[in-house]
């Protein structure tokens, strides 16, 4: 059975779980407390409509919208990011660090050209669908603590043909160590359009993954959240794997037998053979000329110890020990003459 990773609302469920503030102390403070499931929720819906108008306001009529971001929508961007990615302690401060009229002021022109774009209506992946794109961004990255991946991820809630260019994105398009530059992004968008010409592949555009199923229906902000849902999921589930396979009880070493130990002393090294460890280890060869005398007592003769006479002095029990070596053996031959 293989398993479907196609869930974007169960992605943003388990980093909901890694990132909840109760018991996350570094996300506490990012947006008041808030969990990333709100945060969420907020940055796909809501702020496209306070920002852009919503064309389905209570009254029937077309709400025109504020046309920027203030310093507070911009903050709940950067603690969407800071939780949906690589947590940066820095960049939250950078951004609350900025004068509120010059978010206004920046973002304002942005929008401008989010919406000559709308209006316009280029081809999707024609060079100048794609040089507006960039435009866009560009005028983002004016913003201190806004470099283009933040850039991205504030267009990508105003334009659903803006993909963020998340780090899940980036490895999907094969961009190894990057360095979140604009040119990696018309990259990554060039990826996404050879994906819904039929070009490229992957395996979170073979199922629905709650974002239409379809490559070639899809906006790229969908399927980066496509390719984004499947490789968090994948990652949960490895991780999943790998846990209950730690808690899986070790197996006990097969008890070791005499017959098993024999096995093993016959397969080391000749030099260290000496087989049980109850057994001596054998004798070492005598010279040849001994070899009868080592054979009948199973160890190297010895010369015979000598007690010494307690009546005499060492040098006489010395000399006297000297004189019972030469003797002659019983039944030796004695020397002519002796």
Known sequence: MTTTFNSYATAVAAVNAQTNPATHARYRSLANGQSFADLDDYVSTTLPAVVLGDANAANGETSAGQGHLTLDQLAAVMAWKLMRGKYRATLMGLIRSNDPATVIDVTTRAVQHLRVRQEQSRECGSKDEVASLMAVVMELTAVRGVGPATATAIASFLDPDAPFMSDELLAAARIKAPKYSLAEYERVVAYLDAIRAGKQSHPAMSVDAGAGGDASTMSRRDMERAIWAHIVLKKQHASTEATSTAARPAKKP???????????????????????????????????????????????????????????DGESAAAQGTARQLRPRRGASRPPGA
């Open 254 to 312: 097969a008890k070791r037998t005499r017959s098993s130990t024999a096995n093993v002393a016959d397969d080391a090294p000749a030099a260290e053979d000496h087989g049980d460890d109850d057994q001596e280890p054998p004798a070492r060869r005598a010279p040849p000329r001994r070899r009868a005398v080592v054979a009948r007592s199973g160890a190297r003769a010895s010369p015979p110890s000598v007690a010494a006479d307690p009546g005499l």
